[in-house]
């Protein structure tokens, strides 16, 4: 078996708010994580090279031969295949930047301790074709790319269980259901791309996809849905009302009515009954998001951008948020109007001004959030939401214990 690290670039600052808890490689996009697919595509065990926060959760693991890739990148067959015939201390570059090199134990070694190593002979990839998540928008842009792309690799000399003939559906021949899996009385339409439902997922009664949709294990499509393409419900999630070009990284819950479009949310995030989220502003104008790396609002390139949402936060009923926000981790918002289009950490209140949610407060809605799918707030979770909890300080000028 092949042993890849996955280590994390400036990009990840780019990334922030959903890799303030997670390396880039824990990134969902299409059905799997970019780790997933490294170890689908290369028959491969995966680790990190990331944040000294995150590392306790997830370490190193360096072995005699190792491939080194940037934790950005998403796999393709001729990449995969560049990949396999290096040979030690040879890298593939774009422009320049490393993309993935093939180092030994010893080279690691010199590497992680920032000491000088034999030199890579480097190789650029030209126009080899292949996904790169750059900025939080790739992941709901490149959505419908990825899910077709792992769609093929999961399914491949694979057969589906049968489809319900209680259902109404259009182009059978790109649905792929797994073991466990429910659906009963639903509009599964297929045609514009692949719609797979995961191990003990269920679609109930009356929902309409129209593909390319992925629905992880365990994951629910509530009665009435309309779920348009580009939609990834990760594991444990739930869907209702009106979703478009979403992906739900896991764990998160919309179970209810109103609008999400081009939007992320991190994992154990709850949408409120009633939320909506505006992904076109009223003039038609590019979006403009809020970016951690440059620390304003930044160009998207894009016409249609709604909601990036970092893990554990959580907004009440009837919540209204604008065209491109971005809700950084353990927020938690509510009331009436349209709270501002940047959400710090660890905020608590809306548009009529906010307070801090403190750590206590946090952690005992977390430890009651994750006991609901029988998980636990781990001493490691802890530290790694105290350590958020500091590096975005900054950012919540309300609170006048930062000065």
Not at 188 to 211: F, T
Not at 214 to 223: G, Q, R
Request: charge should be negative.
């Amino acid at each position: 078996m092949n042993n890849i690290i996955l280590f994390d670039d400036d990009i990840r600052d780019a990334l922030l708010p959903l890799t303030f808890t997670r390396p880039v490689g824990e990134i969902r996009c299409g059905i799997l994580t970019i780790r997933e697919k490294w170890e689908k595509w290369m028959s491969a065990k995966v680790s990190y090279i990331t944040q000294d926060y995150l590392a306790e959760k997830y370490p190193i693991d360096i072995e005699p031969s190792n491939y080194v890739i940037n934790g950005s990148v998403l796999p393709s067959d001729p990449l995969c295949r560049l990949i396999s015939q290096l040979d030690t201390n040879e890298a593939l570059l774009q422009n320049g930047e490393l993309i993935a090199a093939k180092l030994h134990a010893e080279q690691f070694e010199h590497l992680i301790k920032n000491e000088e190593i034999e030199e890579l002979e480097g190789f650029e990839l030209g126009d080899t074709p292949f996904m790169r998540i750059q900025q939080v928008t790739d992941i709901f842009s490149l959505n419908s790319r990825a899910i077709e792309s792992d769609f093929r690799v999961i399914t491949k000399k694979r057969l589906s269980q049968p489809i319900s003939s209680t259902n109404k559906v259009i182009a059978p021949e790109n649905i792929f259901i797994e073991e466990g899996a429910t659906v009963e009385c639903a509009i599964l339409n297929a045609s514009e791309g692949p719609i797979y439902i995961g191990k003990n997922a269920e679609i109930m009664e009356g929902a309409i996809l129209r593909g390319p949709i992925a629905l992880c294990e365990h994951a629910t499509i509530k009665m009435g849905a309309k779920v348009y393409g580009g939609t990834t419900l990760g594991p444990h999630c739930k869907g209702g009302g009106e979703i478009s070009n979403v992906v739900f990284t896991g764990y998160s819950s919309k179970g209810h009515d109103g609008y999400l479009g081009n939007a992320v949310l991190g994992e154990w995030c709850n949408i409120g009954a009633d939320t909506n989220n505006s992904n076109l502003k009223n003039n038609y104008a590019e979006v403009r998001l809020w970016n951690y790396s440059s620390e304003s609002f930044q160009k998207t390139g894009l016409q249609f951008c709604g909601l990036i949402m970092g893990d554990h936060s959580k907004c009440g009923i009837n919540t209204m948020f604008n065209t491109g926000t971005v809700v950084g981790v353990s927020a938690n918002i509510f009331g009436s109007g349209f709270p501002r289009n940047f959400i710090p950490s660890f905020a608590w209140g809306g548009h009529s001004g906010f307070s801090t949610y403190q750590l206590k407060k946090v952690f005992e809605t977390a430890r009651l959030v994750m006991a609901r799918r029988n998980k636990k707030l781990t001493d490691q979770d802890e530290a790694i939401l105290s350590t958020i909890f500091d590096l975005s300080q900054s950012y919540r000028k309300w609170d006048t214990s930062n000065s």
